[in-house]
């Protein structure tokens, strides 16, 4: 099995850690999405969405997270021989996690002359890409036109507070819950967790902690409690915690200048 993701591609989080909980083993293979490398055209081939992650197992090759999250519960069900499907409380959460896309609320906290170098280049990429690869010209196109729409959407003040909202309204919903029971879904910590956590590590990414994590005392509480676990350690700890947040990202500023100064996208 292989998982093809970024540290710091939410949905790749929430993947990591459901096959960590699950103790499922799987071939690794990092694809910055900040560095365009999910253009490449081995890997657009086979993902034209270009979105992190796609899991592969054999021939079967699955790109919704949802999906994944699924599929890992099904296949982990199935190796241990019983009969344990997700329940309804696990799917609810899911769905509502899913519900909320953190694009523009990550987006719009970004300083805009930072935004702006990494949409050049990837840009940038895009047009090289297709230049290498004409045969798929016209799916490299439809990216490079969400790209720019992209830019033009993050002008419109409504789209970003209504994510903005909707988060504000998910972390409620966590926090009330969390008043009843130890996780999201009981005292289980359950794939509905798998799913939440990079939420809040986004907003941990994002300096942002005070406004929407620390307010809520039961999500603080909940937030501390998951940070001991080895899968967090193993997907979020190993990249984010302390100065490896810092070295994470100077990589890859890092690499975006140098291929910048030297013209090679």
Not at 83 to 94: C, F, G, H, K, T
Not at 122 to 137: N, T
Request: net charge positive; hydrophobic share 40%; proline share 4%.
């Amino acid at each position: 099995m292989q998982l093809y993701h970024h540290p710091y591609s939410m949905n790749s989080q929430k993947v990591r850690l459901a096959l960590e909980e699950k103790g499922i083993d799987y071939t690794s293979y990092h694809l910055n999405p900040l560095t365009g490398k999910n253009m490449d055209a081995s890997f657009f081939r086979m993902n034209p969405s270009a979105k992190l992650p796609v899991f592969q197992n054999g021939s079967h090759i699955i790109f919704s997270t949802i999906d994944i999250i699924q599929y890992i519960d099904r296949l982990t069900v199935s190796l241990s021989g019983e009969d344990a499907p997700i329940s309804r409380e696990v799917l609810d959460w899911i769905q509502k996690v899913e519900n909320w896309n953190p694009k523009w609320f990550t987006l719009s906290h970004i300083p805009t002359k930072y935004r702006m170098f990494v949409s050049k280049f990837i840009r940038r990429v895009i047009i090289a890409r297709m230049a290498e690869a004409p045969d798929l010209a016209s799916v490299y196109h439809i990216k490079l036109r969400e790209a720019y729409e992209t830019e033009d959407k993050l002008k419109d003040l409504d789209t970003v507070k209504q994510s903005e909202e909707k988060l504000s309204r998910l972390l409620d919903d966590a926090e009330k819950q969390l008043y009843q029971t130890t996780y999201l879904a009981g005292e289980e910590f359950t794939l509905a967790d798998s799913m939440f956590i990079p939420v809040l590590v986004r907003i941990t990414l994002l300096d942002l902690e005070e406004e929407y994590i620390i307010c809520r005392p039961k999500i603080m509480e909940y937030y501390n409690l998951v940070k001991h676990r080895p899968s967090y350690k193993v997907v979020i700890g190993k990249y984010f915690s302390g100065w490896r947040k810092n070295q994470t990202l100077y990589k890859t500023v890092f690499f975006l200048l140098i291929r910048k100064l030297f013209r090679r996208y």
